[in-house]
Structures are given as C-alpha cells and as structure tokens.
C-alpha cells in the first residue's frame, strides 16, 4: 500500500484502529508530521501538507520545446467602438446578432482580437451558424486554437490550404473548406476529388459535399447528380432531385414526362371550367433511379403519383394551359391540396417563379407558401407580401412571416416594418415583430420604427422591436 492510501485510510478509520507509520511519507510531510505528538493531530495535519505536496510538489518537466506562435494577421483591429460591442453582445446572450456582427466582420476585412476568441469559439460549439464566420474572422490565431482544441477544430477551416492532405487526412470541417476553396480555385481537381472518394463517405458527409457541388454547378454535372438520385441515403436523394431540377432538359427529367403523361388527362365539361384526371401510375422497377421511392401499403398510388408530380419538369404543363390556369383547376382523383403541394415541391426545386407565384395566389395560406415567396424575384417578393399583409388574418400572415426564407431584400423588410408598424397590440404580432426586426436587412435600418419611445409610451413588445433596430444600426456604423 502506499503512503497515500495508508494515510487516506487512517484518516477515515481514525487512529484508535489504525496507526499511522510517518516513516513511509516524503521527507519534507515526514518532517511536518514529527511536529505533532497527538496520532489524530499528526495524521490530520500530514494529510494536509500531503495533499498540497501532490499538487504542487512535482517537479517541472524538461526538455520541451515551446509551442510555435500562429502565423501573423496584417488585418487592421476592430476599432474601439465595436470591441466594446461584443464584449456586449457576448454577456447578453444574443446569438443571432453576434453572428450578424461576425458576418459584418468579416465582411470588412476585421480581425478580432486574440483574447475574445475563446469567448467566440464556446459560443460557436453549441451554435453551429457561427462556425464559418467565426472562422473567416479568427484567421491565423483562430486555425492555431483550432489545431491544439479538438472543441474548436472548425477554426482550423480559417485556414487557406488547398494541399492534397487537407482534403485526405482533415477533419470534416477542413474537408468541407477544402473542396468549398479548389470548386472556385481549380474545378477539375476538385470534381474528381469528390468522385474517387464519394463510395466511401458517409451518408451526411455525401449529402453535405452534393450541396457544395450545387452551389457551383455546370453542365458537366449533370451525369454525377443524375447517378446521385439512386443514392441510397434519402437526403442525398432529395438533394439530388432538387439539383436535377436545373438541367430541364435532363435524361431524368425527360422519363418522368414519358411516366406522368399516362397519368394525366384533362375533361372538358360544357360552360364549366375543364378538370384535370389523375390516375395512379403503373409499378415501374426503375423509378428508384431517378430518386422515386415510395414504400407499399396504402395510399401507395397516390404517393407514388405526388412523388412523379414533383419529379416532372415544369414545362409539361404548357400543353394543359398556364400556370395560373392550372393552379385554380379542379382535379379528379388524388385531393386537389395534394396535387398543389406536389406543383410546389416542384417550382422550388425548380426555382420557377411563374409557378410560384400562380401558386401563391391560389392558396395565399398554404403551407408551401412562405417557402414560394422566397422563389420570387425581390420586387415581387415585396408586392406579394404587401397584398398578403391586407388578405391574410394576423394568425396565418404571422406563420408566413416566420416562415418566410431569409436573407430577406431591402423591399421586403420595409413592407415588413410598414405593417408591424399599422398594427394594434396583439400577441401574435408581437412574436413577428421580434423576429422582423432582427431580420431585416441593413438598410432597413433607419425606419421609423427603430426610434425608442420612452417608458409607457408603447407597449413592451414595440420598445423591444426600437431597441432591436437601433442597437443593430449603432452596431453596423461602428463597423463603417
């Protein structure tokens, strides 16, 4: 046993049935302990000096190397005004806005300094949005902290390496950085990266580099997200489906046409509008590669039919009538919600705006709204809402706020701040209010809005909503 353990056990036993024996301590707690006579004072009192003797009385280690300093950042510091900003935005507890002043940030060619990176990078472990800005921000002191924490690891894809080793042995943020960086730097190299490794990623992994892929996407493609749709992961599939969605000339899309048309008939009934006949289309082995795969049991036909609907290029339609007339067409067979969903899956996948927008304006409550909104061109987008902000009770036009994609444009945040601004005290407007206000774009800013009434002027929500637009508008010009 030794010294540590006869002494803890003594201790615990009390020295009426354990005695201890000093002569096994280290030298320097022996001689502490020789100073008392009484056993219980003696083993107390070396137990003390032990326990500090095992934290603090080990000797130094030799021999090693310091560590090397991060690379410099010639980027100029934040000025003043904004570093006393985020010591701000860091103690309140307002994750949107910091990622916001971490994207104006870098935005400006900033860096931070060193010492609030630590603060920064526990932030972005729990919220997952503040990873890349932080990154772009942190540069070379960040990619240091990165590389000696495992928790801050997605620091290290600050680092601008394009070597072959990046991508074979990094972890999964610099792999993504890596290909992210050589799509724009070298295109062939990093497309046929991407090809040798594919079999053997992991299905998030496929998914999350297909999306990369989409957002550079050429022609050349085309085969690659083709071969995707048979993926046998379902995110990737649908990922897939989507990227099909911009080659409307594509094989794929070209056998979902031949399918749909036998689906598809139109009845013309005597002074009423024509309807629209659906049928379930036939068992086809082959649908699962092009991404079509509906599990058996009931309500397999019409599943199976939404499914081709959304799959099915867009320009099928022209030969039934426009997208406006179709949208408000009755329909036979599968429920005529139904049959408007799968339209929507569809323009978004798509980004057909036509489609969108004929949609929209078929059923302005939908649950694909929102979604659609974000199809339009900006203008549009803010006309859209206008009209919708006067049709719409404040439940639905609430849920279509909340739901509206973001980044938002200029237009739109103004018909936003317009609207909460002619409205009455109402719970639900003011859960849009707050998000409206924190999501509206930089030159919405200035709105009347954003002016702070004094203590019982307003109501709580709408001081809360000033509040929110004038520290956003301080916090931007700090940056200027």
């Not at 080793?165 to 050589?182: C, K, M, N, P, Y």
């Not at 070209?254 to 036939?282: H, K």
């Not at 569809?346 to 927008?357: G, S």
Request: aromatic fraction near 6%.
């Amino acid at each position: 046993m030794t010294a540590w353990n006869d002494l803890v056990s003594t201790v615990l036993l009390g020295t009426r049935r354990r005695t201890l024996d000093p002569a096994g301590l280290p030298p320097g707690v022996r001689e502490i302990a020789h100073q008392r006579t009484e056993p219980a004072d003696q083993a107390l009192v070396a137990a003390a000096a032990y326990t500090g003797y095992r934290r603090a009385g080990q000797r130094p280690l030799a021999g090693l190397e310091p560590e090397p300093a991060a690379a410099a950042d010639t980027r100029p510091l934040l000025p003043a005004g904004a570093r006393a900003r985020l010591v701000h935005l860091l103690s309140a507890n307002r994750p949107e806005l910091v990622e916001e002043w971490l994207a104006a940030v870098a935005d400006k060619g900033f860096r931070v300094p060193a010492e609030r990176l630590p603060a920064l990078a526990d932030a972005a472990r729990t919220r997952v949005s503040l990873r890349e800005p932080l990154a772009t921000v942190a540069g070379p002191a960040g990619a240091w902290l990165g590389e000696r924490n495992p928790d801050w690891a997605f620091l290290v894809a600050a680092d601008d390496d394009t070597s072959d080793d990046a991508w074979q042995f990094g972890t999964a943020a610099r792999r993504q950085a890596w290909l992210e960086r050589v799509l724009v730097a070298d295109p062939a190299r990093a497309r046929e990266a991407l090809a040798a490794a594919w079999g053997s990623e992991p299905a998030d992994v496929r998914a999350t580099f297909l999306s990369l892929l989409g957002e550079h996407l050429t022609d050349e493609d085309e085969p690659f997200v083709e071969a995707a749709l048979g993926d046998r992961a379902a995110g990737v599939r649908e990922i897939a489906l989507r990227l099909i969605g911009r080659y409307p000339e594509s094989a794929s899309g070209a056998r979902m046409i031949e399918r749909l048309r036998s689906c598809v008939t139109v009845r013309s009934r005597a002074l009423r509008a024509d309807v629209l006949v659906f049928t379930p289309p036939e068992p086809d082995d082959s649908l699962p590669r092009d991404g079509i795969r509906v599990p058996a049991g009931p309500g397999h036909g019409t599943a199976l039919l939404r499914a081709l609907i959304a799959a099915t290029p867009l320009r099928f339609w022209a030969e039934y009538g426009t997208p406006g007339e179709l949208a408000g067409m009755l329909v036979e067979g599968p429920p005529l919600n139904a049959v408007r969903e799968s339209w929507a899956v569809a323009a978004l996948r798509q980004r057909n705006e036509h489609w969108a927008q004929a949609l929209v304006e078929a059923e302005p409550g939908g649950r694909s709204t929102a979604a659609l909104i974000g199809v339009l061109s900006p203008d549009h987008q803010a006309a859209t809402v206008a009209k919708l902000t006067r049709g719409l009770p404040v439940e639905a036009l609430t849920r279509l706020i909340l739901d509206l994609p973001q980044p938002w444009p200029a237009a739109l945040g103004t018909v936003l701040l317009d609207w909460v601004a002619g409205q009455r005290d109402h719970r639900l407007v003011a859960h849009a209010a707050a998000l409206i206000a924190k999501a509206v774009p930089v030159p919405c800013l200035g709105h009347p809005l954003a002016e702070i009434p004094l203590p019982g002027e307003a109501a709580p929500w709408r001081r809360a909503v000033a509040e929110t637009l004038s520290f956003r508008r301080e916090m931007h010009k700090e940056l200027a």
